[in-house]
């Protein structure tokens, strides 16, 4: 079995408003409910723990969902920070090689299909597995002026999604070596890359989309309605 965990302590900045954007509603309830309904409705998780902006006032309280328990605890100003505090939350009985799954919390469109192929690539890989779109655009870079300097090759790209599945041990050890080296991991995978490993990508679902913008919104709320 699995846990999931949830850094859910950013404030949205990029999103702008006065509340963060993970508990901004769409197609009913808030983009947070979605992603941790999707994650304990899936039956291969066990629970999940949700790393919060310390005295948030809009989280409802939630101890259960989806008859799962959910866990709450203080996060940091970083994402890795968040989720080395959802590490530490969990409970005694998860052991250090089960495997975790760290979600967006503002990525509310996640398909079963997706969960079950990522936990099979997961267990399959002692270096882990994520969720990954490869990328289909051309690609610009640009200069100083913001003009064109070079077209570059697309092949093997790919746009890194959530979930990110790792052991429990492996996951806390990659952190606390970026943390230690001052680094900030952007995503998991990121911070077990500097071990020397190679994460498995497995290739998800192209409408696993994470909210920053309001056009975003928009978007997310238009495909859970449909879904």
């Given at each position: 079995?699995?846990?999931?965990l949830?850094?859910?302590a950013g404030?949205?900045?990029?999103?702008?408003?006065a509340?963060?954007?993970?508990?901004?509603?769409v197609?009913?309830?808030?983009?947070?409910?979605?992603?941790?309904?999707?994650?304990?409705?899936?039956?291969?998780v066990?629970?999940?723990?949700i790393?919060?902006?310390?005295?948030?006032?809009?989280?409802p309280g939630?101890?259960?969902?989806?008859?799962?328990?959910?866990?709450?605890?203080?996060?940091?100003?970083e994402r890795?920070d968040?989720?080395?505090?959802a590490l530490?939350a969990?409970?005694?009985s998860?052991?250090d090689?089960a495997?975790?799954?760290?979600?967006d919390?503002?990525?509310?469109n996640l398909h079963a299909?997706?969960i079950?192929?990522?936990i099979?690539?997961?267990e399959?890989?002692?270096?882990g597995?994520?969720l990954?779109?490869?990328?289909?655009?051309t690609l610009k870079?640009a200069?100083?002026?913001?003009?064109i300097a070079a077209?570059?090759p697309?092949?093997?790209?790919w746009r890194?999604?959530?979930?990110?599945?790792?052991?429990?041990?492996l996951l806390?050890?990659?952190l606390?070596?970026?943390?230690?080296?001052?680094v900030?991991?952007t995503?998991e995978a990121m911070?077990?890359e500097r071990l020397?490993?190679?994460?498995?990508?497995?290739?998800?679902?192209?409408?696993n989309l994470k909210?920053?913008?309001?056009?975003?919104?928009?978007?997310?709320?238009f495909?859970?309605?449909?879904r």
């Amino acid at each position: 079995m699995s846990w999931a965990l949830i850094p859910a302590a950013g404030r949205g900045l990029r999103f702008g408003g006065a509340r963060p954007k993970q508990y901004l509603e769409v197609a009913g309830k808030p983009l947070l409910a979605h992603a941790m309904d999707a994650l304990l409705a899936h039956p291969q998780v066990e629970g999940a723990v949700i790393a919060l902006a310390a005295d948030d006032p809009y989280w409802p309280g939630w101890t259960t969902r989806r008859g799962k328990p959910v866990i709450t605890c203080t996060g940091g100003g970083e994402r890795a920070d968040s989720v080395l505090a959802a590490l530490e939350a969990l409970p005694a009985s998860v052991a250090d090689d089960a495997l975790l799954l760290v979600h967006d919390a503002a990525r509310p469109n996640l398909h079963a299909d997706d969960i079950g192929r990522l936990i099979a690539a997961a267990e399959a890989c002692a270096e882990g597995a994520i969720l990954a779109a490869p990328v289909r655009d051309t690609l610009k870079r640009a200069d100083g002026d913001g003009r064109i300097a070079a077209t570059e090759p697309r092949e093997r790209l790919w746009r890194a999604l959530t979930p990110q599945a790792f052991r429990r041990d492996l996951l806390r050890r990659a952190l606390l070596a970026a943390r230690a080296d001052g680094v900030v991991a952007t995503d998991e995978a990121m911070a077990v890359e500097r071990l020397g490993l190679r994460p498995r990508l497995v290739e998800g679902r192209e409408d696993n989309l994470k909210v920053t913008t309001p056009a975003d919104l928009a978007l997310a709320a238009f495909l859970l309605e449909n879904r």
